[in-house]
Structures are given as C-alpha cells and as structure tokens.
C-alpha cells in the first residue's frame, strides 16, 4: 500500500521540491487543487498520537515540505541539516486517523552526508479519515535520536 521514493542530496529534494512546487513557491488549494506546507525538524519528542512528551524545542535541524497533491496522496520532502554525519535514519510519515493511529511503519529512509546534511522524498496513498500527518525521522541504530514536525493539516 505504501510506495517510497528515495533520493540522497540536498540538490535532488530541492529540485523535487521545485518541481512539485513551482516556480512561485506554495501554491494555494484553490489554485491548483494541490496543497503544500513547510515545517521544520526539530528534537520534540511526540507520542504516536503527535502529542508532545517533555519539553517542546525550536532548534530547526532542516524542515518538510508536505505536499498533497491532487491525486490523492501525500509526498513528504524531508531534509535534513547538521545530523549525525554517515547516519541512516528512518522516516516514517504518520497520518493521523480518529481510532486508529499506526507510527511504527516505516516509509522510507535517509542517509546523512559527511556534514550530517541529506534528503529524501516518501509518499503514500492518503488513509479514509485522515486530515492531519505528521513526520518522524529516527537514527536506525539509535531510536533515541530523533527529529520530527509538528502537526500539519492537509
């Protein structure tokens, strides 16, 4: 059910990022029946519901672009800055259904860079129900090692 899509570099997310896009930034809904929003990653710690546990953190290490288009999936642009350099993480794109909430899949993965920088792009068929998602990324060999969004409506 799930689909991935994987591309290491700062240069290819940002050209799919543009391509998806366009030239003149976040489109609006009634423009092209597609919606886009930008969050940046940041090291809050969130339950599988998106509620925060312990303190909230501001600290941007990178951001998503979450972009619905308009055939009825989601596609998640993550980068990722100043991360544990040569480090995979998992990405999981968390949609948030009433009664039914399933974090532990995992939608595909990224590789930091040398400088801890690097980028993917996931996407996946939009759940019955779901009008909010949210973004996870943990170190594959460290799950204590986070960065994620807050919630974004889509």
Same mark, same amino acid.
């Given at each position: 059910?799930k689909?991935?899509?994987? *591309? *290491?570099?700062?240069?290819?997310a940002?050209? +799919? ?15 092209t029946?597609? @919606?886009a ?5 940041? @090291?809050?710690?969130?339950a599988?519901d +998106?509620?925060?546990? /312990?303190?909230? *953190?501001?600290?941007? $290490?990178? $951001?998503?672009?979450?972009? *619905? ?15 544990t350099?040569?480090?995979? !993480?998992d990405i999981?794109?968390?949609q948030?259904?009433p /009664? ?6 995992v ?11 690097g980028?993917?792009t996931?996407?996946?068929k ?14 594959h060999?460290d !799950?204590?090692? $986070? !960065?994620?969004? +807050?919630?974004?409506? $889509?």
């Open positions: 059910m689909k991935q899509t994987i *591309r *290491r570099g700062l240069v290819p940002v050209a +799919a990022a543009a391509l998806v896009l366009g030239a003149t930034g976040l489109p609006s809904a009634g423009a029946g597609m @919606q929003h930008k969050a940046p990653l940041t @090291q809050t710690n969130r599988c +998106a509620s925060v546990i /312990g303190d909230t *953190r501001t600290e941007a $290490f990178g $951001f998503v672009n979450l972009i *619905r288009p308009a055939s009825g999936k989601l596609v998640a642009v993550v980068v990722l800055k100043g991360a350099p040569n480090t995979t !993480y999981r794109l968390i948030l259904v /009664g039914d909430t399933d974090c532990r899949t939608d595909g993965t990224l590789t930091t860079d040398a400088d801890g920088n980028s993917a996931v996407q996946e939009i759940l019955p129900g779901a009008t909010k998602a949210w973004i996870d990324l943990n170190n060999a !799950y204590t090692q $986070f !960065y994620d969004t +807050a919630v974004l409506s $889509f």
